[in-house]
């Protein structure tokens, strides 16, 4: 065979081998994506940005806030296991009033801004925003976000990569390691993320209600994606993901319900 049909069928089929192989499902919404990042290069990169975030950020020891996440984190990190087999969980409440955010990473990193809990009113409010930041990892939208800004390939960025591998759904106020662009997932994602958190926090134990009610109070403040947000073309308007909420409500009511009686 000549040569050149010989190279021609060996790069079309080491093309096809990179596909097949970085090809992998989302979670509960089962779509199909491609995925060029392997899972230890990102859980490396996440580990060493959440700990300079650490350095950077005051932490709080403000018992309530502590003993909220970690209740929070023990039902929600069982429930993601199989979703994130290599995650070393860690959440952390950093000390940063006003800052209404949250955040995750993959590698199970998960960062919380005190300021949160001016809005969320109880665990399962709580249980909501973190289920929502890790249903972006788990569905790996963060890896996609990391594939497209090439990190990889520049090999530099480090100091900005904070912007690029966290999930932060809504922030109000900008962390001094993180810039307002963060927020600007696209509406597809958005939706996914609210799909497949309402099920992780439904079948941890958490009532799927308040990630209604979580929503209606970022509705009211212009947190989910109002009108006056300038990306407000691509980004899910509150209204639309609270509609949407709504119609998985049915399901994750019955999960909810499953899982209570695992619990007691
Ligand atoms: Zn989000």
């Given amino acids: 065979m000549d040569l050149k049909i010989l190279m021609r069928i060996a790069a079309i089929v080491s093309l096809l081998s990179i596909l097949l192989t970085s090809c992998s499902t989302v979670p509960v919404t089962g779509r199909r994506q491609i995925n060029l990042m392997s899972d230890t290069e990102v859980v490396k990169m996440t580990k060493a940005e959440f700990e300079r975030m650490k350095r950077q950020m005051p932490i709080s020891r403000d018992p309530r806030m502590n003993e909220w996440l970690t209740d929070v984190s ?9 979703d994130m087999p290599l995650a070393e ?23 919380v801004f005190s300021g949160l809990f001016d809005m969320v009113e109880t665990q399962d409010e709580l249980a909501s925003v973190i289920a929502h930041e890790i249903a972006h990892v788990t569905a790996r939208h963060t ?24 999930t932060g759904g809504m922030i109000y106020g900008a962390a001094p390691s993180m810039s307002g662009q963060l927020a600007a997932w696209d509406r597809a994602k958005e939706s996914e993320a609210d799909r497949i958190g309402i099920m992780y926090m439904a079948n941890a134990g958490f009532d799927p209600q308040a990630a209604i ?17 300038p990306y407000n073309s691509t980004h899910p308007s509150s209204e639309e993901r609270l509609d949407s909420l709504h ?3 049915e399901e994750a009511n019955a999960a909810y319900e499953k899982a209570k009686e695992l619990r007691f």
């Fill in 247 to 249: 119609s998985y409500l």
């Fill in 143 to 166: 890896h996609e976000r990391m594939s497209q800004a090439g990190i990889l390939k520049a090999g530099s960025g480090i100091a900005s990569l904070g912007t690029t591998i966290a």
């Fill in 213 to 229: 009610t979580v929503m209606e109070k970022m509705a009211a403040m212009d947190l989910g994606g109002g009108s006056s947000r």
């Fill in 74 to 82: 023990e039902h929600i990190s069982q429930q993601v296991f199989w």
């Fill in 89 to 111: 969980w860690e959440f952390v409440v950093f000390d940063m009033p006003g800052q209404i955010n949250a955040f995750a990473m993959p590698g199970g990193k998960v960062g």
